[in-house]
């Protein structure tokens, strides 16, 4: 049923785009002989173009993870209270972003900041295309302001990460080594009713993944939070450890690939991918050198224009 409704919804954006283009050329054609409007044919000619621009922005959405939901966590970098409420800052604008996508957002795990803001957060977030979208988001955010934090009123600068890998669902197939996973449990914080902070329904698990190419052994840590119920979090959790060993996976791919690497820039875990100035009004990505003025829109949610030229650069290889 997936992949019917995937041919689907690509027959029915070219019948659109089709019978848009056969509309622009009859208001073309009328304009001529003074029935329609410039006007006219110019929103036509503009709806046309929109819809070109999804299809082709569909287009560099091909890999096979790119349909999946994403798990998307962010990290406050070094600088306290200022850093942490930057990374809440981020958490809002990806929150609002997948608002007006529709977007099922859980938050699996949470840690506040000791005065404002937040330490890091994890979101599991579930539609179609989620993580082909968000992909994009990986790397180190950059906040450049005044901050309300300071006493001297000092323009400060502050980092948050952001990593986003794909949600497996029931279509991947994921081994799991049993024997490789320990938990831990313990006391959720915050709202929840009555069993938070009397019944340890959070739980940690540690999974020790092997390299199969190097041999090297690293610990894979995840925290879920989201359930009032104990079962209900370690279910979670081994979903969120699938997601990262696909990830883990899919890396191994790209990597082995020679032809997917050549003449695309590699995104490194720590590089800095775009920057915030608030007091010169610019968000600018240094990947795409894509910037807008609109700080106000880019923090409501307002990032399409930034996925879109990552994509329509770096996209559909």
């Known amino acids: ?68 939901g994403a798990v998307l966590k962010i990290n406050a970098g070094a600088g306290g209270t200022e850093a942490q409420d930057w990374a809440e800052m981020l958490y809002r604008m990806y929150g609002r972003w997948c ?29 179609e295309y989620a993580f082909g979208y968000l992909k994009s988001e990986n790397g180190v955010h950059r906040l450049v302001r005044v901050s309300p934090y300071n006493a001297q009123g000092k323009r400060m600068t502050s980092f948050s990460s952001v990593a986003v890998v794909p949600l497996v669902d029931d279509t991947i197939e994921i081994e799991v080594n049993q024997g490789d996973i320990t938990w831990d449990t313990f006391r959720s914080s915050g709202a929840g009713g009555q069993n938070v902070n009397k019944v340890e329904t959070g739980v940690r698990l540690h999974y020790n993944y092997k390299d199969p190419d190097t041999g090297e052994v690293n610990e894979i840590v995840i925290e879920n939070t989201e359930s009032r119920s104990q079962f209900g979090n370690k279910d979670n959790a081994i979903r969120l450890l699938k997601s990262q060993l696909y990830e883990l996976e899919l890396e191994r791919r790209r990597k082995a690939s020679a032809k997917i690497e050549a003449g695309k820039k590699k995104i490194e875990w720590g590089s800095q991918i775009r920057s915030y100035v608030f007091d010169d009004r610019r968000v600018k990505d240094h990947r795409t050198d894509y910037q807008t003025s609109n700080v106000g829109a880019v923090m409501d949610g307002d990032i399409d224009d930034f996925i879109k030229a990552y994509l329509m650069q770096f996209g559909g290889d």
Do not use: C, P
């Open 1 to 68: 049923m997936k992949k019917v409704r995937s041919i689907k919804s690509w027959i029915t954006a070219y019948n659109e785009a089709k019978d848009a283009a056969e509309e622009l050329q009859l208001a073309f054609d009328f304009n001529k002989e003074g029935i329609t409007s410039e006007e006219e044919v110019d929103s036509a000619y503009k709806t046309v173009i929109d819809l070109l621009d999804k299809l082709e922005l569909k287009n560099m959405l091909r890999s096979e993870e790119d349909h999946l």
């Open 99 to 127: 608002e007006s996508k529709a977007y099922k957002v859980t938050v699996t795990n949470r840690l506040d900041g000791d005065d404002a803001g937040i330490k890091t957060i994890t979101l599991q977030i579930e539609g």
